[in-house]
Structures are given as structure tokens and as C-alpha cells.
């Protein structure tokens, strides 16, 4: 990998998203003491080759049992704000009764240019967001309007997404493997980390590739 841009997210992005992937990353928050930063496991891509990452906004949905005055008012406020680069990460407490994303939601998140959402929750309208290649990661498929089953009651503060505290502006990035959160203020340690190591894994492949014993290249070079 180059030298990075920390001081360009857009540019660090597309070089994380070419390079880079959760399972490395999950290693590299290991050695930096974080060690639960992945997501649950049923959080998943809608289409095989989908890939996120970006600056967390966050969006908080509860249940609701009756419709309400404004319902939509947090949710549109929420995915108004987001910027180029951003990825909505929503939480709806597990949910199974409601459905907080869907096509519109997503075509105004692509078009405020943000890189793609993670809903630990139900969306719908799948096949047209498959067809839009957004980036979209979510705990299932479900045909109901949240109308009268969860209203956001927040968004850009802390929340509980698929088991990781997450909070606006930290880095999440999400591949076919699952999708893993970097604290804002571990960025570096952690891409770095990263990095040097995808070089280590590399070059321990080119061996084995060649004939070198698994005990061979890890004694060598101690990647695994």
C-alpha cells in the first residue's frame, strides 16, 4: 500500500476498499486492544460483492405500536445530513417487527454521495438496491413500511449496532466476511497495522505457493 492519506478520507477510502478487508482490520484492532469491533454475524451484504467503508452517521429506531405525529421526521433529518464518504449505521434494538430502510432511502443516501448503510435491522425493495449497486448491509429482508412499527428517535449520537458501540465519525468498513467498526481516534494505528500486514500475508503465500510448510513461513515471518 502507498503512503496514506489520512488527511483525506475519500482517498484513504478507495485504498482501503482495494486493499484492504474486515478480517485484516479485525486483526489490526486485535493489536491495538480493541477486540470487539466486529458486528454480529447475521449483519450481511445484500449482494456478494458489496464492499462499504466511510465516517459513521448513526440513526437510532425503536418499535412503536400505533402511528405517529411526524414519524418520518428523524429518519429524513438523518439521511439528509449525510455527506460524501458517510455510511448510515442504523440501529433498530434487533427488531422484527419493522423495516426502517429501503430504495428511496437509498437512492437519497447515493445521491448526498455516501458510501453505503449498515442497518442492524430489517430493509426491503432489495432487488432495485442490488440493481443501484449501493453498499448495503443489513440482518434481513422484510416487506413492511416502519409506518406504525419504529420511528427514529435519533441520529449522530452513540448507538448499539449489531453488538458494537458505535459512534459518529468512526470508520466502518464492511466486506462479504462482515462488517468491523474503527474507533475515530485508532484510525491510523489500526490502518497501518493493517497494511503491514496484508504485505506479510503476501509474501507468506508467494512461499507457500512455492512449496514452504505452514511452520516454515510462520516461524519466517510469524503471519498466520
Not at 20 to 42: E, T
Not at 169 to 195: N, S
Request: hydrophobic share 40%; proline share 4%; with cysteine.
Amino acid at each position: 500500500m502507498p503512503i496514506l492519506p489520512f488527511d483525506d478520507d475519500q482517498k484513504l477510502f478507495a485504498l482501503m476498499k482495494e486493499q484492504l478487508y474486515s478480517a485484516v482490520l479485525c486483526d489490526a484492532l486485535d493489536q491495538v486492544g480493541y477486540r470487539q469491533q466486529a458486528m454480529r454475524a447475521d449483519i450481511r451484504p445484500i449482494h456478494l460483492d458489496a464492499v462499504v467503508v466511510g465516517r459513521a452517521v448513526t440513526m437510532q429506531s425503536v418499535d412503536v405500536y400505533e402511528p405517529e405525529e411526524n414519524e418520518y421526521e428523524q429518519e429524513i433529518a438523518a439521511v439528509d445530513s449525510l455527506k460524501p464518504g458517510d455510511v448510515l449505521v442504523a440501529s433498530t434494538q434487533q427488531s422484527t417487527r419493522t423495516c426502517v430502510w429501503g430504495e428511496l432511502l437509498s437512492t437519497a443516501a447515493m445521491a448526498r454521495g455516501a458510501n453505503g448503510a449498515v442497518i442492524d435491522g430489517y430493509t426491503r425493495d432489495v432487488r432495485l438496491i442490488q440493481k443501484m449497486g449501493f453498499p448495503l448491509f443489513s440482518t434481513g429482508i422484510y416487506p413492511v413500511d416502519s409506518a406504525g412499527r419504529g420511528v427514529v428517535i435519533n441520529y449522530n449520537r452513540p448507538v448499539n449496532c449489531g453488538d458494537v458501540i458505535v459512534s459518529p465519525g468512526d470508520v466502518v468498513f464492511g466486506d462479504y466476511d462482515g462488517v468491523v467498526v474503527i474507533p475515530k481516534d485508532a484510525l491510523r494505528a489500526v490502518i497501518e497495522r493493517a497494511a503491514a500486514k496484508v504485505e506479510g500475508e503476501n509474501i507468506t503465500r508467494e512461499e507457500l505457493h512455492k512449496g514452504a510448510t505452514l511452520r516454515q513461513v510462520f516461524d519466517k515471518y510469524g503471519v498466520l
